[in-house]
């Protein structure tokens, strides 16, 4: 055997943890750091896993990024609490076996793998350093996690009181995959669409988005299977927005489609597409008016872009908005015709009628009292779990 059949043959092989779809630098919903980037600071997050592994690597993404991007140095560690890693966890990071890396300007890169066991529902603490200006930083917005920021290198830093800053949102960190020295698992679930996937109202640090809920589901019926969310607060099917991220249908492959061991994606986008229409606010722009036909258009393009990967998908009805700024007679009316359209079509593998199971039984153009968060259109915890139970997961 040749030294190129022997990397080729100890090469781990990488498996779905934690995943973030990422969006251009923006203001909006909580305070970040986005705009103004980093400068000599540490930056720590911690992220739930849904897979399993006894080693680990990160991507980092500097998709939206106008000039290259330095990371002076990263480290992995498993989570004790707040900012705070367990002792004799923390891993030094490498990059093409050097400390330090430059990404270019709309690169993506992988850490090397470092030695970390973690289980399902365990966190991951990944810290990194930036000691020169990054301008404005590629992110993800809505985390409803808690990001920790301290002044220089606190890579190594044991107290976690030097990490006195923090926001909601998760910078650069794209990715946490994980391998056990076995095959790879082919059995990912991917859930994909815009704030009601993303988890918007669920508790911080909670982990109580239906993606979570759905993954504890799994586990709890003895078929526990990794489920990365890749939603994104604001998106649209159809348009895209530089708050709210690319449009459903071009950030799909790399969202979906590009995972590992992907085998099913859960669909839910469109509600914005039609709610933006109705609203005059810079911040809910583009905002034409979208016909159901459109919308349709749409969807088949994610159905067939899904059929031609070999991975089933689930379309998920659009959920009552009665009583928010959203909901005039016209957006009932598309809400009505596009959710008819997926539960009769057939077109996609499986619905599943999130708009049925958190409808109010009195009133089924509003969300019951007991799932609202408040704004009348996404849920509280409680209905976050509800959209996991109605979940088919034989169909996945």
Do not use: C
């Not at 509280?380 to 109605?390: F, K, L, S």
């Amino acid at each position: 055997m040749n030294r190129i059949d022997e990397v080729h043959v100890n090469a781990p092989s990488w498996g779905s943890g934690w995943t973030a779809a990422v969006q251009r630098p923006s203001e909006g919903f909580h305070k970040n750091w986005a705009r103004e980037g980093f400068a000599d600071q540490t930056v720590r997050q911690v992220v739930r896993v849904t897979g399993t592994g006894t080693s680990a690597r990160i991507k980092l993404s500097h998709r939206y990024g106008s000039s290259p991007l330095e990371v002076a140095g990263a480290t992995i560690a498993r989570t004790d609490r707040g900012a705070a890693e367990q002792t004799g966890t923390v891993r030094r990071l490498t990059f093409g076996g050097a400390d330090e890396v430059r990404i270019p300007a709309g690169g993506e890169v992988y850490s090397d793998a470092a030695e970390v066991s973690v289980a399902p529902f365990e966190s991951l603490t990944v810290s990194l350093y930036f000691a020169r200006p990054t301008g404005p930083a590629s992110f993800h917005a809505q985390a409803y996690s808690t990001a920790y920021r301290a002044a220089g290198d606190q890579l190594a830093a044991a107290d976690p009181a030097v990490f006195g800053e923090t926001t909601v949102s998760w910078y650069y960190l794209a990715a946490v995959e994980l391998a056990d020295g076995g095959p790879a698992r082919e059995d990912t679930v991917v859930v994909f669409g815009d704030s009601l996937t993303d988890g918007f109202a669920s508790a911080i640090d909670g982990n109580h988005r239906y993606s979570d809920a759905l993954a504890e589901r799994l586990a709890a019926r003895g078929t526990p299977r990794p489920v990365l969310n890749q939603g994104i607060g604001g998106n649209l099917l159809l348009s895209d927005s530089a708050w709210f991220g690319d449009r459903a249908g071009d950030r799909f492959r790399r969202d979906v489609l590009d995972q590992p061991g992907v085998r099913s994606v859960v669909v839910l986008v469109g509600l914005n597409d039609i709610g933006f229409s109705e609203i005059e606010l810079p911040t809910y722009r583009p905002n034409p008016d979208r016909s159901v036909g459109e919308l349709i258009v749409g969807y088949r393009r994610l159905i067939g872009m899904a059929r031609a990967a070999g991975v089933r998908v689930t379309g998920g009805t659009i959920m009552p908005f009665k009583g928010s700024e959203y909901h005039t007679p016209a957006a009932e009316a598309k809400r009505r015709d596009v959710n008819d359209w997926m539960r009769t079509s057939g077109e996609f593998d499986a619905v599943a009628d999130f708009a049925a199971a958190l409808a109010d039984p009195a009133d089924p153009d509003a969300l019951a009292p007991a799932h609202d968060s408040g704004d009348h259109k996404h849920p509280n915890d409680e209905g976050y779990r509800v959209m996991a139970d109605a979940v088919d997961v034989d169909a996945l």
